[in-house]
Nanobody, 124 residues
Framework: QVQLVESGGAWVQAGGSLRLACAAS????????MGWFRQASGKGREFVAA????????YYGDAVKGRFTISRDNAKNMVYLQMDMLKMEDTAVYLC?????????????????WGQGTQVAVSS
């Protein structure tokens, strides 16, 4: 199975942009649909975005719809989260997740492989 490592988290001012990356090691990356979740301090994990195995179907949480874009590059074993128009409430640890299904899913229990996360902090 794959292993996941996130990068790209940083401090940014409200209204700014960041691009997170998730590198997958292991075989058969394109057997997996991928998701991004986030966890703010003291709160549970929240679904952010998901993409199917091929990268042509995506799904977003209501809080980020229209501002964030998920994409993947199967040739490079990478998943990305482009975050624009960031708000203070986007501050959280962002985690990449994988499930060995071709279709995406917004439900956290559907994912059995997780990265360690990368911190995003948005200030006014």
């Amino acid at each position: 199975q794959v292993q996941l490592v996130e990068s790209g988290g940083a401090w940014v001012q409200a209204g700014g942009s960041l691009r997170l990356a998730c590198a997958a090691s292991g075989r058969n990356f394109d057997d997996y649909s991928m998701g991004w979740f986030r966890q703010a301090s003291g709160k549970g994990r929240e679904f952010v975005a998901a993409v199917n195995w091929y990268g042509d179907r995506t799904y977003y949480g209501d809080a980020v719809k229209g501002r964030f874009t998920i994409s993947r590059d199967n040739a490079k074993n990478m998943v990305y989260l482009q975050m624009d128009m960031l708000k203070m409430e986007d501050t959280a640890v962002y985690l990449c997740a994988a499930r060995r299904q071709w279709t995406y899913d917004p439900q956290e229990p559907e994912y059995n492989i997780w990265g360690q996360g990368t911190q995003v902090a948005v200030s006014s």
